[in-house]
Structure formats: structure tokens, C-alpha cells
């Protein structure tokens, strides 16, 4: 189950006290944050600068996200770990191998932090906190109510799931948040997330998206300076778009890409309109620095100030 580029270092490898922290994923060896994560290592005076991907395929089985969840808590030299693509299926198949799990994680049924405490394995959701960060970087302050700008998230899955739950809090939240699936069992989860958190009757809305024309037509018809964002993680770990080439957005539509790495489908199919429809496309880099930012602060007890995260964005952005 550990990925063959980022092999688990053997104990004569590794001073014990040193240890390592995971990267739960499917293609981790590509990502940024192998060569980032050494560079943060080092500003943060953390106690290790070794970082190892566990890959896991797309359809793996409970049995494999327990026996990882396991690892990680049974071995001593493991401090942690980072979840994404997998964090709904790990929170399905090993949740109740944790000792403690935040509310975010218990609401939204997703695990993107594993660390540990002593001989207690927590369990907790950041993306609700990560998303809105990364929103507030490059959203202008106000903006749904001074446009009147809805949202369409392509994707309810865990992080369409936590962006749904963001704006919901927000003080400037949107009068109409649109969010799609293919499943109606995603969907139907979403709506008992949302119920259990208790956002107001009318915000969401659940829509079933057959095909890509579907979304296409959803897309189109929402009002000019909205924002569409890709949630379904096409154009990273599978190759595609949720929408097709001749999608129309809506002007000066803000389009965010989650993704920073992949064949970014989706991205490429924004930037094409983006001057002739005075489109602002945001790929996923900055939402790659608040998650990653996040859980290794979760991993290694570090609090983390706005000062200290911009300090990480430089160091990202000299190896991205």
C-alpha cells in the first residue's frame, strides 16, 4: 500500500526519535509537497523533514484504508498524516479506529488530518477551514452581496462537501449555492450534512448531473460574476473535465480550479474564455498550502499565524 517512490524508511534508516509524517493519496510522488515539505521542515524547526506517500487506488477496499489507518497508529516512528482523495472512504471503512474525532469530521464523515496525541489517534476534517482560506485569498470581500453572484460546486464529494459547508458560515454567503453529483447517494449525504449543521432551508441546492451537458447548462445560467469551481477531482487523479469544451461561463465568472497538478481539464477550459469573457480563473496552489499548512501544524502541535503562512507560500513557490 505505500507507494513505491516514497518507500516507509526501515528503523536503521531513520533516527527513532525522528520519525516520519504520511501522505495518504493515490499518485502522492507527484505532488509539490515532496519537495516543499523538506523546505518547511526546515523553517519550522520540525523534528523530522522525512515525508512518505502512501497510495492507495481510487477503488481500494475498507480493508486497505484500515490496515493504513492501522500503520499509522501502530507504528511509533509515524507522527501523522495528510488524507486527500481517500478522506470520505477512510472515515467510512476506519472510523472507529480513532480515538477522537472533531465535529467537522463526525458532520461531513471525512478525515483529511491523522495525528496522534500520546497513544490517541485523532481524527479531524480541516477542509471546511482550509477551503475558506483559500476563498478568502482571492475573493473580494463582500462580493455575493454586492454582486448578487451565486455558486455552482461541480462535485459533493469531501471537498465540494466542505465548500458547501464554508459559505454557509459565511457573513456574506451567497443567496444560492448550487452543488452537483452524478450519485444520488452523494447528494442525499449532503443534504444530511447540511441538516445536521443547520444551514438555512433554500441555500442549497442538490442537482443530478447526468451528463456533462447537464452541468454545462447549470453553468451558464447563473448570473455574471458567479463562482464555479471543479470539486470532482477530474484533471488530477483521472484525466478530464466536468464540463465540456463548449461550456459557456458566465461573465466575469470567478472559476476556481481546486486542482494545482494534473491534466487540469477543467482549468485549461476556463483560461480559453478568460479574456473574451472577463473570466478570473484560480488554479488550486493556494488551496494546496492552507491543507498541507493546516495538517502539519495538526501533526506537529504548531500554531500557525497568517505571518508564518506566507512564510510557507514563499518556500512552495521557490520549487513549484
Not at 37 to 43: C, G, R
Not at 255 to 263: K, L, P, T
Request: aromatic content about 8%; hydrophobic content about 40%.
Amino acid at each position: 500500500m505505500t507507494s513505491t517512490e516514497n518507500p516507509t524508511p526501515t528503523p536503521t534508516s531513520l533516527a527513532p526519535t525522528a520519525g516520519y509524517m504520511g501522505f495518504i493519496g493515490v499518485s502522492t510522488g507527484s505532488s509539490s509537497i515532496m519537495s516543499v515539505f523538506p523546505k518547511w521542515a526546515e523553517l519550522l524547526e520540525l523534528p523530522t523533514g522525512n515525508l512518505i506517500g502512501h497510495d492507495l487506488p481510487m477503488d481500494a477496499a475498507p480493508a486497505q484504508y484500515r490496515a493504513m489507518v492501522e500503520q499509522i497508529r501502530d507504528d511509533p516512528n509515524h507522527r501523522g498524516a495528510l488524507v486527500t482523495t481517500h478522506k470520505m472512504n477512510v472515515f467510512a471503512a476506519a472510523s472507529d479506529l480513532f480515538d477522537e474525532l472533531d465535529p467537522f469530521a463526525v458532520s461531513c464523515s471525512e478525515i483529511s488530518s491523522i495525528s496522534k496525541r500520546g497513544d490517541r489517534l485523532i481524527g479531524r476534517a480541516k477542509d471546511p477551514l482550509t477551503v475558506d482560506l483559500a476563498l478568502n485569498d482571492f475573493l473580494p470581500t463582500d462580493h455575493f452581496a454586492r454582486t448578487g453572484a451565486e455558486v455552482v460546486i461541480l462535485g459533493a464529494g469531501g471537498s465540494g462537501t466542505a465548500l458547501s459547508w464554508a459559505l454557509a458560515e459565511r457573513a456574506d454567503a451567497p443567496s444560492k449555492v448550487t452543488v452537483t453529483a452524478r450519485d444520488d447517494d452523494k447528494l442525499d449525504h449532503l443534504r444530511e450534512v447540511h441538516r445536521q449543521h443547520g444551514t438555512p432551508d433554500g441555500l442549497i441546492s442538490y442537482v443530478r448531473t447526468d451528463t456533462v451537458q447537464d452541468a454545462a447548462a447549470l453553468v451558464a445560467s447563473a448570473p455574471a460574476g458567479s463562482l464555479i469551481v471543479n470539486a470532482t477531482g477530474l484533471g488530477k487523479d483521472r484525466p478530464g473535465s466536468p464540463l465540456p469544451d463548449d461550456v459557456a461561463f458566465p461573465e466575469d465568472a470567478w472559476v476556481w480550479e481546486f486542482n494545482y497538478r494534473g491534466s487540469l481539464e477543467f482549468l485549461h477550459q476556463a483560461r480559453a474564455q478568460e479574456a473574451a469573457r472577463g473570466l478570473h480563473v484560480v488554479d488550486g496552489w493556494r488551496y494546496f498550502i492552507h491543507g498541507w499548512s493546516q495538517v502539519v501544524a495538526d501533526v506537529f502541535e504548531i500554531d500557525l499565524t497568517p505571518e508564518i503562512v506566507e512564510r510557507l507560500a514563499e518556500a512552495a513557490e521557490s520549487v513549484r
